[in-house]
């Protein structure tokens, strides 16, 4: 069983910027889509973004477009979500998934926890 982690949670203040990585145990196939998450309190888990391996086209909620870039290094099996000018409501536990679609996963991660201070 593939095995994702993550990395790069941390408290940061409004404006500021984090990157978060994702590590696979094994490469992904081509048609697999690796995607970041998040979930907040008392909410349901969120899409935030996501990368398809095979040809790299990405895919971004709204709530982030032009702020998060998702990113990988095929070398590493990591993808990558840089996050620039965070919002206190970008606060929460950001998952790694693996999955076939944009939007949904089968393999996740345990989480990192993002906080965005005032």
């Known amino acids: 069983q593939v095995q994702l982690v993550e990395s790069g949670g941390d408290v940061v203040q409004a404006g500021g910027s984090l990157r978060l990585s994702c590590t696979a145990s094994?490469?992904?196939?081509?048609?697999?889509?690796m995607g970041w998450f998040r979930q907040a309190p008392g909410k349901e888990r969120e899409f935030v973004a996501a990368l398809r391996w095979g040809g790299g086209r990405t895919y971004y909620a709204d709530s982030v477009k032009g702020r998060f870039s998702i990113s990988r290094d095929s070398a590493m099996n990591t993808v990558y979500l840089e996050m620039n000018n965070l919002k206190f409501e970008d606060s929460a536990v950001y998952y790694c998934g693996r999955g076939s679609e944009p939007g949904s996963a089968n393999i996740w991660g345990q989480g990192t926890q993002v906080t965005v201070s005032s």
């Open positions: 094994a490469r992904p196939y081509s048609s697999h889509v």
